[in-house]
Nanobody
Framework: QVQLVESGGGLVQAGGSLRLSCAAS????????MGWFRQAPGKEREFVTA????????YYTDSVKGRFTISRDNAKNTVYLQMNSLKPEDTAVYYC?????????????????WGQGTQVTVSS
């Protein structure tokens, strides 16, 4: 079981920036893809972005392209989500997730482990 802990969430005004971090435990962190999902109140989990095991492949949902950047530092067992130009509609609990394989998928069932989530609130 991989344990994931997110941090870096908070309250920010529209147009501001936040950087989320997800620290993973386990010696095999570099062998699987990682993803970020978000969930707003009353809504289902939404795919945001993902990164392959070696960081060479990434994918972003259209609503965050050009604003969010996912990266990973396998030596530190950490994946990051840099969020710029934040909008009120980005408000949600953000979850990091560890994939089953070396690459990523877009559905929650393609991820084996989940963090506890960190709240991101963007005011207008």
């Amino acid at each position: 079981q991989v344990q994931l802990v997110e941090s870096g969430g908070g309250l920010v005004q529209a147009g501001g920036s936040l950087r989320l971090s997800c620290a993973a435990s386990g010696r095999t962190f570099s062998s699987y893809g990682m993803g970020w999902f978000r969930q707003a109140p009353g809504k289902e989990r939404e795919f945001v972005t993902a990164i392959s095991w070696n960081g060479r492949s990434t994918y972003y949902t259209d609503s965050v392209k050009g604003r969010f950047t996912i990266s990973r530092d396998n030596a530190k067992n950490t994946v990051y989500l840099q969020m710029n130009s934040l909008k009120p509609e980005d408000t949600a609990v953000y979850y990091c997730a560890a994939g089953i394989g070396a690459y990523y998928g877009f559905g929650p069932d393609e991820y084996a482990s989940w963090g506890q989530g960190t709240q991101v609130t963007v005011s207008s």
